[in-house]
């Protein structure tokens, strides 16, 4: 069975650290584990591009790397809902009959530490876009998690259980989720 882990936090919230220690240390272990991030396609990208290109060739990559059977760790903010049809639609798209959604929140980490460390970055996100993503979740936090609830709870595609931060995923109505 597959695992994705869905990091949400704001920028310089420790997301990509995290992330990186734990592939490698997934990788190591030998559990075939991916990272997935937006800004890293859009370095490999060359200009110009769309914000749907960059977000479909990040679908294509999980799906790529389910289809693999490996784990895969997405560390982009994950505040917007939208992004969570993107990990579905990526889902739908894939080989794999079994996968556990698991979200890793970054969002209790206070934004003064986030506005701190990311003063310290090399190429810092402008702080007003911190602020903004911020002022979203507070107002608009709990969206994402909805939007999966709700997708699973109508689906006649998936069956599905959730237990706290994890999702279990089966395709085809199996009972085993």
Same mark, same amino acid.
């Given at each position: ?85 993107? @990990? %579905?639609?990526?889902? +739908?798209?894939? /080989? ?8 890793? *929140? !970054?969002?209790? =980490? ?36 909805? @939007? %999966?609830?709700?997708? +699973?709870?109508? /689906? ?8 706290? *931060? !994890?999702?279990? =995923? ?8």
């Amino acid at each position: 069975m597959s695992k994705i882990i869905v990091c949400r936090g704001l920028p310089a919230s420790g997301k990509s650290t995290w992330s990186k220690e734990y592939v490698q240390l997934q990788n190591h272990s030998g559990v075939p584990t991916v990272r997935v991030n937006r800004d890293n396609i859009r370095q490999v990208l060359m200009a110009p591009y769309s914000e749907d290109t960059v977000k479909t060739v990040e679908r294509n990559n999980i799906v790529s790397a389910l289809n693999d059977g490996k784990d895969v760790v997405i560390d982009d903010t994950n505040i917007y809902s939208c992004t969570a049809y993107l @990990v %579905l639609d990526a889902i +739908l798209l894939s /080989s794999q009959e079994n996968i556990t959604i698991e979200i890793k *929140n !970054f969002m209790d =980490i206070p934004i003064e530490t986030c506005l701190e460390r990311n003063s310290h970055r090399e190429n810092p996100v402008p702080e007003v876009i911190i602020l903004n993503f911020f002022e979203y979740y507070k107002n608009h936090g709990t969206e994402y998690m909805q @939007v %999966l609830k709700n997708f +699973l709870k109508y /689906s006649t595609i998936f069956s599905s259980k959730l237990d706290g *931060n !994890f999702i279990y =995923i089966c395709k085809g109505n199996d009972s085993q989720a």
